[in-house]
């Protein structure tokens, strides 16, 4: 049970650094392409996703600290607490999380919405983002390897970030609409056009990076069996759905947008086309970002005997 409450919050605090390190940077490159958004939503949804970190993190620390300890009254001892915070590197993690993500929280109902408040958002949820991968399976790589094994799986997770945050953007400009939608029917096409740059070099750090961690997680003969370890079975589920993502990535860019740019004022027979497929794929990378939550739980192949 104290298990599943680690996983669990682990995903939600992914979830939330995504959006909090992705959304604002969404806002500010798609500026480029479209001018500032008159949008209500992106002020409130930081607020929130910084303010779940706060409290998840720390909850988590509690969950991680009953796991080692063995029981959730020994976990809430101060002094259990201190030693995890102390003497083991994800407590301090998950402390410096919490504080990092109520500092957004500050920013966020200090400042107004626009370029500064992105930037600082962006700045701590860039952090935030990196800071899982000094706690996961890439900081405990042993050896020369070390070092190149935690900058990718730091690159895995920001680029993992961006293309969520951009979907959550996306998400959101195609389900909630304006009364008068014509200007952000042109906001949206340049923004999906836009994206296509910063897409595409998401995505491929995302498959190199994928590749150099499984080769330090996996090995190459662990490839071979990879259906022999719950591990493995995961990490092919997880490449399934990134394969759909990319799928529906590719129709989106390809396909959708252009007729979308084309279409003028007769585009909602292609617009429910583009809403469909935008929100199915955040929908997969929310699930995506919960299989590497129970992957972070797990032992590697290459770590068994």
């Not at 930037?119 to 390897?145: I, Y």
Request: hydrophobic share 60%; aromatic share 8%.
């Amino acid at each position: 049970m104290i298990e599943a409450w680690v996983i669990g919050l682990r995903a939600v605090q992914y979830v939330a650094a995504a959006l909090l390190f992705g959304l604002p940077a969404f806002l500010m490159y798609s500026a480029r392409a479209t001018g500032p958004l008159p949008l209500a939503w992106p002020r409130p949804a930081l607020f929130w996703a910084a303010l779940v970190l706060a409290l998840a993190a720390p909850a988590a620390l509690v969950a991680q600290t009953a796991m080692m300890a063995g029981s959730l009254s020994e976990a809430m001892k101060p002094g259990s607490l201190g030693m995890m915070v102390t003497g083991m590197g994800l407590g301090m993690a998950l402390a410096v999380r919490s504080a990092t993500a109520l500092l957004a929280v500050a920013a966020i109902a200090m400042i107004r919405p626009g370029p500064r408040l992105w930037w600082v958002c962006a700045s701590l949820g860039l952090l935030v983002s990196a800071s899982f991968a000094w706690t996961g399976h890439g900081a405990a790589t042993e050896g020369s390897g070390h070092g190149i094994h935690l900058a990718s799986d730091i690159l895995h997770a920001l680029s993992a970030s961006l293309w969520v945050g951009a979907l959550a953007a996306f998400a959101a400009l195609v389900v909630w609409r304006p009364k008068e939608p014509s200007a952000q029917d042109l906001a949206l096409a340049r923004a999906l056009a836009g994206f296509a740059g910063v897409g595409t070099a998401a995505v491929a750090a995302l498959l190199l990076t994928g590749v150099v961690n499984s080769a330090f997680l996996v090995g190459w003969s662990g490839l071979w069996t990879l259906t022999d370890t719950a591990y493995g079975r995961w990490l092919i589920l997880k490449i399934v759905l990134f394969g759909l993502m990319l799928s529906l990535a590719a129709v989106n860019r390809f396909r959708l947008t252009p007729a979308f740019e084309a279409a003028g004022a007769d585009s909602s027979p292609v617009l429910g086309h583009l809403r469909r497929s935008l929100v199915v794929e955040f929908a997969l990378s929310l699930a995506v970002l919960t299989i590497v939550a129970v992957m972070g739980a797990l032992a590697p192949p290459a770590s068994l005997p």
